[in-house]
């Protein structure tokens, strides 16, 4: 019998508790590396944490201290031992293991538990000791009530996007935790407003209105409001990483249905976060049995990757419901069309970028049918036929 080849190879590192590897060419992320931690059986892909260091100079501190400054910025957590959410009160890291937990599910850590490992030291107001690690699993988990969302922990998630949304409003985010003399309900609409001002770019918010979509078995609906050109950029899509669903599901977390790759816009119950409410892409429904898609997801190079836009493919008249596919393998419960337009970037032409259009009338990727090349005019930030854009450079 032929011996089977490794799945993965390990890469040399300066480490002793963590692993660095590497997934061979037939595995299903091919190339990709990850870190494994065979004492707390943790795993996690590399590019999710903040290394920053060479694979030759990779040793457990800078790993240990990536993987807790992951855990601490995460803005989907799960308890380790009773497997809640989090509630009204920050988690706590467990300062042995790494893992997130509710206070209640812990005990306060001890200045030798902290010393155990020396990249501790800067997370020290985060850090406890989980029932796990101290031998003290309860006999049954504890349940904690469902709780309403608040302007204190909006603010706290919105500025774990700060490096897209830009210093002014992650300052305005700041001042609105620390004790601004206003009400709560004039926070969030403060919180609103900047994630408005992130996620709907220009005069997109005129452009839209959220409304009951009648054929929709009583859905929200995104429509027009006016009418909006083809190639207009709607809004982006709005949300935080939600990188460790897959485990999360493991352990009884409902499946997320405002998901887009890997940015989610709603909690662990499915609710849209109260941040977001102004926005409208999340809203944005699929065709139905008798209808088409007129909008589009777009990976615009003025946004990080994995924050995706939407596009408008064809001239949309006012009223209208805007209408996108979801995607191949998102799970539905209702009857709907795969009617669904996809923009890919073209290799080599940056300067303007050029995305391929092609529509998508069912799932089998040979009946997918060219539409149009169209560039990224960055002077006008507009986007337009590639004839158009060419003619126009000439």
Partial sequence: MESQQPKTAEIPTKCEEWSLNENNQDSESPGKRFLWNKTYSISIWADQLNLNTTEEMLDDFAVWRAFIQFQASSVYKLCAICNGPETAVDMKICCTCGATVHVECSEPCSTEQIAQKPANKEFEPYLVCCFACEDKMPQEKLKFDVHEDDARRAAVRTMAISDEIGPEFTTRCHVLTN????SEQEKILELQNINAAFFQPGNTLSWLERKMAPNKAGARGTYAAVDIPRFSIVGVYPG???????EHIKKGRPIPIYKLRDINCADYYNRVFIEHDKCFTQFINEPNENEESNVAWIQETCHKKGRISVIAVRDIRAGEELLI????VYR???PFNYDAYALSPVDGYENPPCFALWHWKNKDK???EFVCYIAYDSQRNIYTYWETAMRQLL
């Avoid at 004790?179 to 206003?182: I, N, R």
């Avoid at 935080?240 to 897959?246: A, C, M, N, P, Q």
């Fill in 325 to 328: 596919s979801y995607g191949p």
């Fill in 240 to 246: 935080y990483e939600d990188l460790l669903i897959g």
């Fill in 332 to 334: 539905r419960t209702y």
């Fill in 366 to 368: 040979k009946d997918a």
């Fill in 179 to 182: 004790g601004l003399d206003l």
